[in-house]
């Protein structure tokens, strides 16, 4: 079993910006990929940023140029620092990690993040 803790969602101003954390109970350099997913209300889960063991990283179109995720191997942890956020990014946002030959995925409880005007 993996546990992942996330934390650094909250309220922030169109154009503000945050940074996401999410913290493995296990090394992260054994896991396939790592990353980040939002679910809006009424919408579906989506993928907005993976980065896999081997460094490529994935980004979703709708925030390319304005997140990046980026991992620190020493702490287990993974980030996503958020940047010019707009309405349309307020969601719950998950971590994920998928892992061994079956990329088993593993998910963090979400940390809600709320852009407003």
């Known amino acids: 079993q993996v546990q992942l803790v996330e934390s650094g969602g909250g309220w922030v101003q169109t154009g503000g910006s945050l940074r996401l954390s999410c913290a493995a109970s296990?090394?992260?350099?054994?896991?396939?990929?790592m990353g980040w997913y939002r679910q809006a209300p009424g919408k579906q889960r989506e993928l907005v940023a993976r980065?896999?063991?081997?460094?490529?990283?994935d980004y979703a179109e709708a925030v390319k140029g304005r997140f990046t995720i980026s991992r620190d191997s020493a702490k287990n942890t993974v980030y996503l620092q958020m940047n010019s956020l707009k309405l349309e990014d307020t969601a719950v946002y998950y971590c994920?990690?998928?892992?061994?030959?079956?990329?088993?995925?593993?998910w963090g409880q979400g940390t809600q993040v709320t852009v407003s005007s």
């Open positions: 296990q090394n992260i350099s054994s896991f396939n990929n």
């Open positions: 994920n990690v998928r892992i061994g030959p079956t990329l088993r995925p593993y």
């Open positions: 980065i896999t063991r081997g460094g490529v990283i």
